[in-house]
């Protein structure tokens, strides 16, 4: 092995790595809502009932109602307490940030032609997706390994083609050798080992809306909104395998294994897998919108957004390391300093959204959004057409149509309002209100207005669970994580 190590260096760096997925389509795909603190304490419902700076991110014609200007800021506490169980054993881990949550700019004027219509144009920021979180897997490996899924990585290829992510890293560290051309591993899976991961993220997706609504005569409120995102998002995870019993030892392997006395390479002790990476781009989609008031109880209301486009880049390191039982330990890094870059682009599927709103007066209200999108509509772009073929492949056949579900409710008490709310986003794979990736959201809070300014507080609970796996699940056994988030945010507005 060690006359090769030279010359499989060099082989190694020079093949492309892409480590784009479905799973990356689907991050940005999925969006929950965002905005002011009066809108989360309704789940973001508004769809129909309009007048808050959160419709330019759902339906833009909600904006037409607005007779006034307005201006607000929002900002909150968000923890995230999360437990993931593998194979009987089960880690908990919390962390708190601090996120922008939103701003909202809105200004209102008469139709000179009309004077029961009128315009309205606003710009907000609002945070649609917050990627911030820490999770710890550990437990028994239950006579798996990863060197499983390396060794099937390899299959048939010649040393100088290995995978210079994966089954090359392992090449380097000696965790896969050869012996009469096939492939065998160091980890012995007749032993048990511990495996582990830390997974730590971070980041967040901002979306800008530039938007224009029209109000006629009060009774048909049309509008668009130009949606512009800014997305970074930093991953980091360290999966490791350890023989804590020391199980492995260099005589007890049940196939014949090479030995390097001089390096110190025999039974296996421990290894480590480090992948990290950080995305950044932009995107773009237009949304649109129709609200009707059927009458002063009641207004209906339908939006349509169209896909957004991203546009990201990726840099990325893959680092393996490995050490023994008789002293050896080594490191292998792809690509080499300071990283690989790979430029792409992501499509999410468009989305139909239908909203109800109920109205008592000044006294109370209820609106209630349900939106469908397809999933599998999702796909990555690169500049060669054929790369990512197979990865959009997958997201047709592995994902479906889902549908979300946002119920909110406001009590004027004045000078007090009372808000409450719920919301169900379907999973990916067609799920809804229960099993792996459904998010469920319950919401309240509280505000106090006077004429112009306004002080909104809102608290969001964000409950789901999803099936995991360490690394390739045809060669690991699943953990279950378990999420809960809670977010405390307040809104500092005034009207004008």
Request: net charge positive.
């Amino acid at each position: 092995m060690l006359k090769f190590q030279i010359i499989i260096a060099i082989c190694l760096f020079s093949f492309p790595v892409l480590s784009q997925n479905d799973i990356d389509a689907m991050r940005y795909s999925q969006t929950f809502f965002g905005g002011s603190s009066r809108s989360k304490a309704m789940a973001g419902s508004f769809g129909a009932l309009g007048a808050d700076g959160s419709c330019m991110g759902n339906n833009p014609a909600g904006i037409g109602l607005y007779k006034k200007g307005d201006i607000n800021f929002s900002f909150g506490l968000k923890f995230n307490s999360i437990s993931a169980s593998h194979n009987g054993t089960t880690t908990k881990d919390f962390k708190v940030n601090l996120p922008f949550d939103g701003l909202t700019l809105v200004g209102a004027w008469d139709s000179k032609t009309n004077k029961d219509s009128h315009h309205a144009l606003g710009l907000a920021c609002n945070q649609i997706s917050n990627f911030n979180s820490l999770t710890s897997i550990s437990g028994i490996s239950n006579h798996k390994s990863i060197m499983q899924d390396v060794l099937a990585t390899a299959g048939n290829n010649s040393i100088k083609n290995l995978d210079a992510s994966f089954a090359g890293l392992a090449y380097e560290v000696y965790l896969l050798d050869t012996i009469n051309s096939n492939y065998y591993s160091l980890v012995n899976t007749k032993y048990n080992v511990t495996q582990s991961k830390i997974i730590e993220t971070s980041g967040r997706n901002n979306e800008w809306c530039i938007n224009y609504a029209y109000g006629f005569k009060d009774k048909l409120y049309i509008g668009a909104t130009l949606g512009i995102s800014n997305i970074n998002y930093n991953y980091s995870s360290v999966y490791k395998e350890s023989d804590d019993n020391d199980s492995i030892k260099s005589t007890n392997y049940s196939y014949p294994v090479w030995y390097y006395p001089s390096d110190k390479v025999g039974g296996f002790k421990a290894l480590e897998y480090k992948e990290t990476f950080r995305t950044i781009g932009s995107g773009y989609n237009l949304k649109l919108g129709v609200i009707y008031r059927a009458s002063d109880f009641i207004r209906v209301g339908a939006s349509f957004h169209t896909p957004t486009i991203y546009n990201l880049t990726d840099t990325y390191v893959y680092n393996m390391s490995a050490s023994y039982d008789e002293g050896g330990s080594f490191t292998s890094q792809n690509p080499p300093n300071p990283g690989g870059k790979y430029n792409y682009k992501v499509v999410t599927p468009m989305k139909f959204t239908g909203s109800l709103a109920l109205l008592y007066k000044k006294f109370g209200a209820l609106n209630i959004d349900y939106d469908i999108l397809n999933y599998n509509q999702a796909y990555l772009q690169s500049s060669d057409a054929s790369v990512f073929s197979g990865i959009n492949q997958t997201i047709k056949n592995k994902y479906s149509q889902a549908s979300n579900l946002r119920i909110g409710a406001e009590a004027n008490l004045k000078p007090i309002f009372i808000r409450l709310g719920y919301a169900m986003y379907g999973s990916p794979f067609g799920e809804t209100f229960t099993g792996s990736f459904v998010n469920s959201f319950y919401t309240g809070g509280i505000g106090i207005r006077n004429n112009k300014t306004y002080l909104d507080l809102s608290f969001t609970r964000r409950i789901n669970s999803e099936n995991y796996y360490l690394y390739n699940s045809n060669y690991v056994d699943k953990s279950i994580i378990k999420n809960s988030i809670t977010t405390i945010a307040i809104t500092l507005g005034s009207k004008f």
